[in-house]
Each structure stands twice: as C-alpha cells, then as structure tokens.
C-alpha cells in the first residue's frame, strides 16, 4: 500500500469528475493531490469510514473532531477551510447525486476497490461524543430551547474566558480606529449599542440573552440605568451574577434565569437583544418581536443584534449545516436580514436604522481563534480534545463565512413609536450616535498570552 494516498485521490476524482483540491497524506505515509495545495492528513482507516458513512461536511467534521483527519504539521487551518468550502460550491458539486448506475459504472468499481485495499470498509463508526444527541420535544419548545442553548453555552466559564479574553463578550467587536485589542473593540460595541439605544441615567433596561453581563454592566456604569438581564443559558446566569455582585452593582442590575417568553414585567424604555435572536427560530420569531414590542414603552428602542444568511436562490431549498447544527447550535436558525426587518416591523416596530459589521466579525472571530489556540493546553485540559476541536473548527470556518459574505451580521435599531407617531430620536444619524458617555474605559486588561507547548494542534498557530 506504499501508494495508498494516490490510490484514493485518483479513484475520488474519476468518481466526482473534478480535481480535488487537496493534498491526501495517507496513514501509510504516501501523499498525492494538486502540488501547493493545504494537505491533510488521514490518520487511520477510521477517518475514511467516516468519510464514507456520512459524505460530505459532517464526516469531515467528524473526523476532523476526533482526530482522526488532521491539518498537517505547518499547514493553516483558515487554507485547508476555505479550499474545501470553495470546492463545495462548485456548481458540479452542488448538483452531485450518486444513483445505482454510478456506483456499477467504472469510476464507481474503482473507487470501490480503492476503499477495499485501504481496508477502509466497516461498521459505521461511532460519532464523536461532542456530537448533540437528537433533540427531544418540539421545536423550539422552552424545554427544548434550554438543552440546546445548555450544550452551547453550559461548557464552561473557564473555557470561554480562555477564548473569549477579559471582556467576556461573546458577539461581533467593533473595531475603530482606536481599538488596539479585542478588548478595545468589544468595549466599542457595548458603548455602540447604547449609544444606539439612548440610554441615560434613570432608564430600565432589558437585555434579552445577556450572556454573562458584560452589556449591563456597561450600561449601569457608563450610562446611569437600572438594568435586567434574562438568559436560560446555568453558567452564563451564575457568573453574571457573581461579577454584578464583586462590582457592587446589586442594587441596580438584576440577572434572572429566565426565557424571554416569560420576561413580562415590563415596560422597559430599551431593550437589547445581541446574539440571541439566532436562536429564536422561525416559528417563534413572531412570538419573540410581539413580546419585545409589548414590553417597551411607547418611544423606546430596541437593538436587535442578530447573525443572518444570505437569501437563497429561487427555488433552491435552505440548506442547514450539519456541522453547526449538530456540534455548535442545535436547532439554531439563521434568516436573511429582509426577513427580521419585516417580522419587527410586522410586530408594530419602526425600524430606523441597519448597520452590517459584517467584517467586524471576521476580525473577531480570527481573536477569538488566536486566544484558543494560545491556550491550547489549557482549554483541552478544561473541556477535552474534541471539543476543544469543535470551537476550533467552528470559529476558523466562521471568520471564513463573514469575509467571503456566506453569512452577515446586522445591527437592526427599531422604535415602538407613540400613537401619535413620534420616534424620539434627533433628526440625523449623526446626532444620536454622537450622544456617548465621556472617558469609557477599557472593560479590563487581556487575558495573558501564552505560547502553546506540546499541543495536539497539528498545523502552525492560524494568522489572524
């Protein structure tokens, strides 16, 4: 099998009719593929089953997360992705359906006795045990919502303070021309947010979602508001209270476990909502917007901060990725941004203003991939390997997404007008976004570089 790599290039690329854009190394050592392309690695005759039972982005990622399929030593992660991301939307690709004729034609028996000698053929391995277990209830329903966001967001305070820096702020940064660290940019985009809301001394606000209150904790400092926090996400919940708690700010900052469908005691004069409504879906979107509408006071802002899928081609059918879906955001749904500006606007709000940070996320999310593989050694010893693998995977091949524009990200400011119609808000952009507080400091130093040592990371540090 000294040739075993070439064996399975040649007979993948008679089978799909293109050039594959990879370079193979196979666990006997041989390599084949486009010479200069990202090279991965099989490491053992599992990381082809998988391949084989699930074709395609999730036994990729399958194999990928238990490491079975890694990125070779000095290779980049962000090339291996974007090769592979780029071949799959290759119209012949796209378009590729396997019947009866194509696995009996030649192409189909060579590719056959390739995968024999390998001696790659076998019960269906085992997924990966970061993989989610297949949800129970409707979709959507409160108790299915909690083990869902509980799978994402229950991994650990630890962890995400390793990914995430100082700030805590796990959203899009905004990154100015001040911004000299991610946590210069994430205290930007809380400032942004309520500066875009308006926020004063004496005001209530609610944020939906507030993760582990960094948002409020800005507000009731810079702002001068009194402030509730909802999030059925344990952890985020019991950290958020501990930090209002060592900021002295119990008086003015309560955090509740609590769906946003039974946060009802309203009204507020703003709320936020930043990296929640992802996780709404659509059959409950309207439930979510009519419930924040009636929870505002007439002239109150909303700041719906949300991710958003490009619209899809007439007549082509939504495709979610597997990937995400089973590893990263059960159930989560992603909605072009035409579509939450008409379901707020369906729900009685103005909306006044859409802001795309598209790039911003990028940036972030490249932060957020340095600080995870700085601390390597750490993370893998806070959650395991393969998780650690999975944000790996995930944050790489989502920075990936925002800069070729397979994914945004919007800023949606709405208004519940008075009954007579007034906004409330100046007469120009430029005037409402200039209302800032004075002298907001940094949300605190970073969280110390370190560089990894003896990591299973397999390829170089990614450039950010």
Partial sequence: MAQLAGQLVEALEGLLGVQVPLRVQAWDGSVAGPPGAPTIVLRNRRALRRLLWAPGELGLARAYVSGDLDVAPGGDLYEVLDAVGRFSE?????????????????????????????????????????????????????????????????????????????????????????????????????????????????????????????????????????????????????????????????DRVEVRLQDYRETADGPFDAISSVGMAEHVGEEQYRVYAEGLYRLLVPGGRLLNHQIARRPDHPGEEHRTSPFIDRYVFPDGELSPVGSTVARLEEAGFEVRDVESLREHYALTLREWVANLEAHWTEAVRLVGRGRARVWRLYMAASALAFEQNRIGINQVLAVRSTEEGAAGLPATREEWLLRRSTGAPRLGAGVPAATPAGTDLGDRRSVR
């Fill in 90 to 250: 290759l119209p012949r690709i796209r378009t590729l359906e396997f019947g009866p004729a194509d696995v009996v034609g030649p192409e189909g028996r060579r590719a056959l006795a390739a995968v024999l000698r390998a001696g790659a053929v076998g019960p269906r391995p085992t997924p990966p045990p970061e993989e989610a277990r297949t949800a129970r209830g409707r979709l959507h329903s409160r108790g299915r919502d909690r083990a869902a966001i509980s799978h994402h967001y229950d991994v650990g305070n630890d962890f995400y303070g390793l990914v995430l820096g100082s700030s805590m702020v796990y959203s899009c940064a905004y990154w100015t021309p001040d911004s000299k660290s991610l946590e210069d940019a994430q205290a930007a985009k809380l400032d942004l947010i309520c500066r875009k809301l308006g926020l004063r001394s004496g005001m209530r606000l609610l944020d939906v979602g507030c993760g582990w209150g960094s948002l409020l904790l800005h507000a009731v400092r810079h702002y001068g508001v009194t402030a509730v926090g909802v999030s059925i996400s344990a952890e985020q919940v019991a950290l958020a209270r501990r930090r209002v708690e060592e900021a002295g700010l119990a």
